[in-house]
Nanobody
Framework: QVQLVESGGGLVQTGGSLSLSCVASGRTFSRFAMGWFRQTPGKEREFVAAISWSGDNTYYADSVKGRSTISRDNAKNTVYLQMNSLQAEDTAVYYC?????????????????WGKGTQVTVSS
């Protein structure tokens, strides 16, 4: 079992920045690929970013590419998502997810462990 706890969400103005964190416990964190997804009411959960077990490979959704950075610290069992130039359409609940294969995926069905999410609200 892997437990994931997100933090760092909140209210931010358009154009601002936020840094989300996700702390993992329960299994060897360094063996898992990690992903960030987001969801708004009435919509499917969508991929945001993913990072391989080593941190050498990352992948981003087009909607956040160039203004977001995913990173991880295996010594701290933590994955991060730095988001800049936030827009109203970035408003969502952001979820951290772990994939037992160490390779990245943008498919939410490939992730077996999920956190409870953290709300990000971008206001104009």
């Amino acid at each position: 079992q892997v437990q994931l706890v997100e933090s760092g969400g909140g209210l931010v103005q358009t154009g601002g920045s936020l840094s989300l964190s996700c702390v993992a416990s329960g299994r060897t964190f360094s063996r898992f690929a990690m992903g960030w997804f987001r969801q708004t009411p009435g919509k499917e959960r969508e991929f945001v970013a993913a990072i391989s077990w080593s941190g050498d490979n990352t992948y981003y959704a087009d909607s956040v590419k160039g203004r977001s950075t995913i990173s991880r610290d295996n010594a701290k069992n933590t994955v991060y998502l730095q988001m800049n130039s936030l827009q109203a359409e970035d408003t969502a609940v952001y979820y951290c997810a772990a994939r037992e294969s160490g390779f990245i995926s943008w498919n939410k069905d490939d992730y077996g462990y999920w956190g409870k999410g953290t709300q990000v609200t971008v206001s104009s």
